[in-house]
């Protein structure tokens, strides 16, 4: 079984950068991909970004190409995802997610965590 949680996050201004990172632990996790998800409010939860295992592949919405990188250090089982040149429209909460598939569809999660609010002011 796979546990992850957040942290980081916060209010940031608009062309601002942030961090969040995602602490995963389970006997499982190199079987998974790690990656991000977002919902905004009254929106549904989408993909952001993914990485595999051993980090040589890396997965993005066209949204966040070119701003966003996602990393990981498997000694420290930790993902991070960088945030560049935010917009407000990239406010939402960010859920941690460990991924069993490539569709990047939310029925292949299985495990979230609880999420941390990025808020980008303008």
């Known amino acids: 079984q796979v546990q992850v949680e957040e942290s980081g996050g916060g209010l940031v201004q608009a062309g601002g950068s942030l961090r969040v990172s995602c602490a995963a632990s389970?006997?499982?996790?190199?079987?998974?991909?790690m990656g991000w998800f977002r919902q905004a409010p009254g929106k549904e939860r989408d993909f952001v970004a993914a990485?595999?295992?051993?980090?040589?592949?890396?997965w993005y919405a066209d949204s966040v190409k070119g701003r966003f990188t996602i990393s990981r250090d498997n000694a420290k089982n930790t993902v991070y995802l960088q945030m560049n040149t935010l917009k407000p429209e990239d406010t939402a909460v960010y859920y941690c997610?460990?991924?069993?598939?490539?569709?990047?569809?939310?029925?292949?999660?299985?495990?979230w965590g609880q999420g941390t609010q990025v808020t980008v002011s303008s």
């Open positions: 997610a460990a991924i069993r598939g490539s569709s990047w569809s939310v029925r292949e999660v299985v495990a």
């Open positions: 389970g006997r499982t996790l190199s079987w998974y991909k």
């Open positions: 990485i595999s295992w051993s980090g040589s592949s890396t």
